[in-house]
């Protein structure tokens, strides 16, 4: 097969998890003005993110069970589709409905959905296209997360710097285009089914694989390992520098994107070469080193260098686990990347949770919340290094 056919393909990848990024990171730079504005509670602001990520929970269960039935081309086009009214409709539904918090939740609930479908289904799409270097591209693929996260803060402060906080509407409508676009992208190009009818494995089958187990414990350390740094990230800059909220957000957030970016995109460019497991477990063992010394590091300039450098090891770690577990049960199907998206997401919930919870039983300490995110990356070694034979095996 010529792969330059599938090159189409893997742009709308590309752009389907930057409408990810916009999805998961947008929303967060405007909590301020959203509690001035609408007059929202703390409370009120804490459960946009609950409700984003239990909205992911529910959809990656359903999809586990029907959405082989849809299929790929309608349920990747649902995404765009509803991650695009959602983000647009944060600029219209808080003022039309009587309750701006229902609006904004309403939103969150529509882009979310839209969100976990990009997950569900563009990693399956991208992995059935004919190209050789099929760890390598997911990597790559998964790079395109951390560009558009790192994007979203940078471009969405220069918007606000030169058109002023207040136009923040516009800018979600501009931000809507993006998965907007993409839909023609998903539309017209040519999209292959990861197993054939009938030959994946059913969700029986995947229960009652022990290895498959081992799947969902590697996703949730992957999933806790990234996100829990990422969310925290502009709270311990700001804490530890005593910065400003749009330093600390570039310098945080930006720089642990980046750096996560920069890890995906040189194992997607140099794969071949290396061998993912033993990769994956040292970067496992760099983000150990990471949180603890950000957790124990006395020197602020060590614990900035620690967060970011934190972005470099996780990198690696949820395309690798996805490459890993597809790599073993070759007919897992579309149910597998499902159950494998509902482990990172909640992976995701827990982690951060944990931190936040360690931090106020320690005096609101959040490096003492840190320092308990250390299990999360152990987690991943410990599952990496039980899978090896089995990924030893699939190679052979």
């Not at 882009?111 to 976990?116: F, L, M, N, Q």
Request: with cysteine.
């Amino acid at each position: 097969m010529n792969t330059k056919n599938y090159r189409k393909t893997l742009f709308a990848g590309y752009l389907g998890f930057i409408t990810q990024a916009i999805s998961a990171n947008f929303l967060p730079l405007l909590y301020v003005t959203f509690r001035n504005v609408y007059v929202l509670s703390l409370t009120q602001i804490a459960m946009i993110s609950t409700v984003f990520f239990f909205t992911q929970l529910v959809v990656d269960f359903v999809c586990a069970k029907f959405v082989d039935k849809i299929g790929y081309r309608p349920c990747i086009l649902a995404a765009q589709i509803t991650s695009a009214l959602g983000i647009a409709g944060l600029a219209l539904l808080p003022d039309l409905l009587p309750s701006a918090s229902a609006g904004i939740m309403l939103c969150v609930v529509v882009y979310a959905v839209g969100s976990c479908l990009i997950e569900v289904r563009c990693s399956p799409i991208i992995e059935a296209c004919p190209f050789e270097n099929k760890e390598g591209t997911m990597s790559l693929l998964h790079s395109f997360y951390c560009w558009g996260f790192a994007g979203v803060v940078l471009l969405s402060t220069l918007f606000f710097r030169v058109c002023g906080i207040e136009n923040w509407r516009i800018l979600a409508l501009l931000w809507s285009l993006v998965p907007l676009y993409n839909v023609w992208n998903f539309a017209t190009c040519p999209i292959e089914k990861l197993v054939d009818d009938g030959e994946s494995m059913t969700i029986a089958e995947l229960l009652k694989t022990k290895v498959f187990w081992l799947f969902i414990l590697l996703m949730v350390g992957a999933g806790a390992s990234e996100i829990s740094m990422s969310q925290w990230a502009s709270a311990f800059v700001e804490s530890a520098l005593h910065v400003s909220k749009t330093t600390g957000d570039l310098v945080g957030p930006c720089g642990f994107a980046i750096c996560m970016g920069i890890s995906r995109a040189l194992f997607g460019k140099f794969s071949e070469k290396i061998n993912l497991p033993a990769f994956m477990v040292a970067s496992g063992f760099l983000c150990f080193g990471c949180y603890l010394l950000a957790g124990l590091a006395g020197i602020p300039l060590l614990g900035l260098l620690s967060c970011t450098l934190c972005g470099f090891s996780v990198g690696i770690m949820w395309p690798g686990s996805i490459s890993v577990s597809s790599a073993i049960l070759t007919k897992g199907g579309t149910a597998l990347f499902a159950f494998l998206a509902l482990a990172g997401d909640l992976g995701a919930s827990i982690g951060p949770s944990l931190i936040g919870a360690v931090s106020q039983n320690a005096g609101n300490d959040l490096q003492a919340g840190v320092v308990a995110g250390i299990i999360f990356p152990v987690i991943l070694v410990v599952s990496v290094l039980l899978l090896k034979k089995d990924y030893r095996r699939s190679k052979e």
